[in-house]
């Protein structure tokens, strides 16, 4: 018992020969991808069939039911303002890392701010930043909302 308890701690006083990752890592010789500017994820919201601004009526954490969103601002899609769709929780277009090895995105909870989704087919909570949705404003792919100046925050969350 001893010499376990030596070993271990003897295991325990090496230093880490490599920084810890959430996930694997590449394969050898083969280098870590960059992350994606902020171009790209404004590129990828922009092939969105929907992108909606709104708020969060009704969440999922009190399981009364699927999340609700009440659309004031159309960006892209068919919906109509004032509408509410319901929405599930998704990791949106900036996921944690390894985030299948998380689990389910967190529970949605209801607010009082505006912030803007994207998606495509079912709606999903697919939050999009502000610094996305500037670089399509000074593209002129999407024409701010007259709500713009009401978000809060990066648009990373509702609040």
Known sequence: MKRAAALVAALA???ATAPAHACLPPP??????APPTDAQFAEAVLRSTDILEGQLIRGTYDRAGPARFRITH???GTRKPGSIIDV???WGFDPPPCFGMIGSPPPLVPGKHRFVIAFSGAAELGVVYDKWLRV???RG????SRYA???VGTGSAPE
């Open 13 to 15: 006083a090496l230093p």
């Open 28 to 33: 050898p010789g083969i280098p870590e991808p």
């Open 74 to 76: 159309v960006y892209k």
């Open 88 to 90: 599930a929780p998704g």
């Open 136 to 138: 399509l404003f000074e």
């Open 141 to 144: 792919s999407l024409v701010p």
């Open 149 to 151: 100046s009401q978000r």
